[in-house]
């Protein structure tokens, strides 16, 4: 059983409440067993051998948003994410995975270039780019094309080549097929990015989500290292965009909401870019969330809307009712797939503005100089 | 319950808080099935859970807690309120099975009022959350327990709990303006709206600290505060415990109003400032010291106290220090700190008395149980963190490092050791719980305690709950 590493974990806070408040799905649905305690107190029954696995507790370890928020917390390195993950792998060995999640795994596969080799060599061939080029690696959505479309213009005006490699439907499979359990497959996954990355010349090759890049930095299976300079997330590659070619951004004390992005993760190097970028750089005057910073909530997570909607509906509804308190309108989220997300709520999709930091950065202040 | 009981309770329950909100798998249920009693944490990881509930609901209005109770007279089933899960004392385990209400649905902002200073919010409300909501209106509750971030607002009301700024703010039965409870009989009744009046006596305090016995606290009225303008916290050592106990009486005796006053024991300033706030000190009392509010008025107090402090040749150790120990306090909660991921035997025996025996009744429960229970190489450390013009707390914390690993054995130490240490109390004017309540595990103490005037308590009881279906089996009630 994969879990049986992550025994420390589940003992250390199979006790321990302190980590439950931070929990988005603990905070919608209330229920213990939804908790960071909850759930390494059931599946300490399991691993111990008192009680055997059964569909509750199975739901609720899918139930999981794997937004990392009660690891950011925590005093040591035992990652109770880190736990579900295991758990679920051997959920799914177990073939016992439930069938919303066997269905979201299939959608991915047949919907994502990058699950298959043959459509892998075909992105790869026919990719136009040059050693000079900054190729986008981007995923079929109106908020990411939207980015693109301003990465373009701007690297236009600069006169650096650009080009889109468009993945498919859903922005990070190797991280969601990961989550779900299915670790061969997403292991597959990050390989075959990896072909990408040595067959496609580029100069910069810019993640729009992070998820994958992450994971892909992280491996221990597959081989990148003298090529992981050049891979960057976006709003690593913004930054240093607007460091070597940006001279003057025209100051705009306006008043925005920042809201973390949950891929955006307090452990990352870039965790505090985004406020540079913003505050420092853009003059924005921002409202912080109730539970940004080292608490960070999140923004509904990659793959829990898929298999528990109305957990993930009562997230974001619970973002936008903090959202009501602040009385400003325009809202700024690091990361395309969170602006999908909060958007799939009628409150927040019509009544605010909600952006990215490109857009931020350069649809309302123009790029000076 | 009989299967077929079972299943008429369950679908009456339907009806009231809908399918979604009633949980009745053996998972779910398990989990509502310890708090953090330590004695219930190692029964279950022995494989010894038997108190099931026979089910968990998460009402979402007060009317829906109002009806479950009903039902539950009908039925003479037990109800236990659940907020947090946090409770160190058994109080919230089901152990005669029975319906769990979770009140954490319950977790909305009224009403806030901003002329008069107080807030009306559901008592279902993770303690942080309300605080958060108040930081970012300018306000605080300045009622800031370690478990903030695990507890709930009606735990802390049902078991009258402290926070680290006590001292100068009082605990939360004195934050409470007025009450909404639901009764053991299922009406629904609100105390008067102020708790000054001289219109017989505030009935909101038949509730507060009652455990879910008397019925479950839905909202509360609660006075709020300005955040400070400032905040100081200093660091000292005094030489012995005694010095530093007499200073911090001092302090207090002349009205200066610290917000947070620590005094460590050496064990204490040893083991835990070192290790756990990564202090390095050596030996002698380790005291926290704070003052907030203006800066002109926290200063004055601060400098009065300093000089108090100096009589008693106290060592400033500096801000630095004291602003460390308000920035880390919540670490020793989180493993890997916690005694609980460490698999000790462990217990915090807090109590509460007059200046006059605080001494005398700390010394005797360490010479006490260091000599009775040598040949489990007992640690023992206190400090004193809640302090009052006329008393203080005590937090005495034991500690077997290799306890019995059979769980009855286990138990039978655990119980000895808190008997030992109850009647030390009990002989020095000591009172069982300042603020962790007396749940199941003192709950056999508490005629002891109130001797004749326990009659109140029960003949309040009856009254209110004539089938004892509430919470049953703690607070010293009879079954
Ligand atoms: C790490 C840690 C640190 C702690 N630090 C402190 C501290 O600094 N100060 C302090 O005071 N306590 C502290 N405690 C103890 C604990 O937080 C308190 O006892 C708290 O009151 C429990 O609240 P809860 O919401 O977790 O309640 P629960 O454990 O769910 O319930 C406690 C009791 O209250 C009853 N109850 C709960 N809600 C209601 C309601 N609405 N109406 C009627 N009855 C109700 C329950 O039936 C039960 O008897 C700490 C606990 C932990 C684990
Ligand atoms: S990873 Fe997120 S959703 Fe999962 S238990 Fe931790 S806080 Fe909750």
């Known amino acids: ?369 | 319950m009989h299967e077929f009981f079972i299943e008429r309770v369950k679908n009456e329950l339907i009806r009231i808080v809908g399918e979604n909100n009633l949980y009745i798998s053996d998972f779910d249920k398990s989990a509502y099935s310890v708090d953090v009693w330590s004695v219930s944490r190692k029964w279950v990881d022995k494989g010894l859970i038997k108190e099931l509930p026979d089910f968990v609901v998460l009402p979402e209005n007060v009317q829906q807690i109002s009806k479950i109770i009903k039902l539950a007279n009908i039925y003479s089933i037990p109800v236990i309120t659940r907020g947090g899960g946090a409770g160190g004392l058994g109080g919230g385990i089901p152990f005669f099975g029975g319906i769990v209400i979770d009140i954490k649905k319950l977790d909305k902002i009224i009403s806030l009022d901003e002329k008069s200073l107080n807030i009306k919010v559901q008592t279902g409300i993770m303690q942080i959350d309300l605080e958060k909501y108040l930081n970012s209106r300018g306000y605080t509750l300045n009622h800031l327990p370690a478990s903030i971030y695990c507890s709930t607002l009606g735990g802390f009301l049902s078991t009258r709990g402290s926070g680290v700024l006590s001292s100068k703010y009082g605990k939360i039965e004195d934050m409470v303006l007025s009450l909404e409870v639901v009764l053991p009989t299922g009406e629904i009744i609100n105390t008067l709206p102020v708790p000054r009046h001289s219109a017989g006596p505030g009935i909101e305090h038949f509730f507060i600290g009652a455990e879910g016995t008397l019925g479950v606290i839905v909202s509360a009225v609660l006075k709020i505060f300005y955040l400070p303008e400032v905040r100081y916290f200093d660091a000292y050592i005094f030489d012995d415990l005694h010095l530093a106990l007499e200073a911090s009486r001092e302090v207090m005796i002349n009205g200066l109003e610290p917000s947070v006053l620590r005094v460590y024991d050496e064990g204490d300033t040893r083991d835990v400032v070192k290790k756990e706030l990564g202090i390095d000190v050596n030996n002698g009392s380790y005291v926290v010291i704070g003052f907030d509010g203006f800066k002109s008025i926290a200063s004055a107090q601060r400098n009065m106290a300093i000089k108090i402090f100096k009589k008693y040749k106290a060592r400033d150790l500096g801000e630095k220090l004291g602003n460390q120990w308000w920035e880390n306090r919540y670490d020793p909660y989180y493993p890997p700190h916690t005694l609980e991921s460490k698999r000790d035997l462990y217990g915090v025996i807090d109590t509460i008395t007059t200046h006059d025996n605080i001494e005398k009744l700390y010394l005797s429960m360490k010479k006490e149980l260091e000599e009775k229970f040598s040949d489990w190489n007992i640690i023992f450390t206190a400090h004193f963190s809640h302090w009052y013009t006329w008393g203080a707390s005590v937090y005495p914390r034991f500690i077997v490092r290799k306890p019995p690993e059979n769980p009855y054995e286990f138990f039978r130490l655990n119980n000895a050791i808190w008997d030992a240490a109850v009647r030390v109390i009990l002989e020095n004017n000591g009172i069982l719980s300042e603020h962790h309540g007396i749940g199941f595990h003192l709950s056999p103490y508490m005629r002891e305690q109130y001797k004749e005037a326990f009659l109140v308590l029960e003949k309040l009881k009856k009254g209110l709950d004539p089938k004892n279906i509430m919470n049953p089996a703690v607070l010293g009630f009879e079954l």
């Open chain 1, 1 to 369: 059983m994969y879990v049986n590493d992550y025994l420390d974990t589940i003992n250390k806070w199979k006790h321990c409440p302190m980590a439950n408040y931070v929990c988005p799905v603990a905070r919608y649905t209330k229920l213990e067993t939804n908790t960071p305690r909850g759930l390494a107190f059931i599946y300490s029954l399991i691993v111990d051998n008192l009680k055997d696995i059964d569909e509750v507790t199975i739901e609720r370890i899918y139930q999981c948003n794997l937004c990392r928020a009660c690891e950011a917390i925590s005093r040591d390195d035992s990652s109770i994410p880190e736990f579900i993950l295991a758990a679920r792998r051997d959920i799914v060995e177990m073939k016992m995975a439930p069938e919303p999640v066997i269905r979201l795994k299939d959608d991915i596969c047949n919907n994502n270039k990058l699950c298959d080799m043959d459509r892998v060599k075909d992105l790869a061939s026919n990719s136009k780019s040059t050693p000079e080029t900054v190729v986008v690696l981007n995923y079929e959505s109106e908020s990411s094309k939207k980015i693109f479309s301003i990465i373009k213009k701007l690297l236009a005006e600069n006169n650096i080549d650009c080009a889109e490699i468009n993945i498919g439907k859903y922005p990070a499979p190797a991280a969601m097929l990961r989550e779900l359990g299915y670790q061969d497959l997403s292991s597959k996954v990050l390989n075959n990015l990896t072909y990408i990355i040595k067959n496609v010349k580029f100069r910069k090759m810019v993640f729009i989500t992070p998820y994958d890049l992450e994971l892909l930095l992280k491996s221990q299976t597959v081989d990148i290292d003298n090529m992981s300079q050049g891979l960057v997330h976006a709003f690593e590659f913004l930054e240093e965009f607007i460091n070597e070619k940006v001279k003057r951004i025209d100051k705009k004390k306006e008043k925005i909401i920042y809201i973390d992005s949950e891929g955006n993760r307090k452990s990352d190097k870039f965790y505090e870019i985004p406020r540079k970028l913003l505050i420092d750089v853009a003059g924005f005057d921002i409202k912080e969330m109730v539970w940004n910073k080292k608490e960070s909530f999140s923004c509904g997570g990659l793959t829990l809307q898929y298999l528990y909607c109305d957990i993930f509906d009562g997230i974001i509804k619970i973002i936008s009712n903090e959202l009501k308190d602040y009385n400003i309108k325009k809202v700024v989220t690091p990361c395309p797939h969170c602006i999908e997300n909060l958007c799939t709520n009628p409150d927040l999709k019509d009544n605010y503005e909600i952006i990215d930091l490109w857009e931020a950065l350069f649809t309302i202040n123009k790029p000076g100089g």
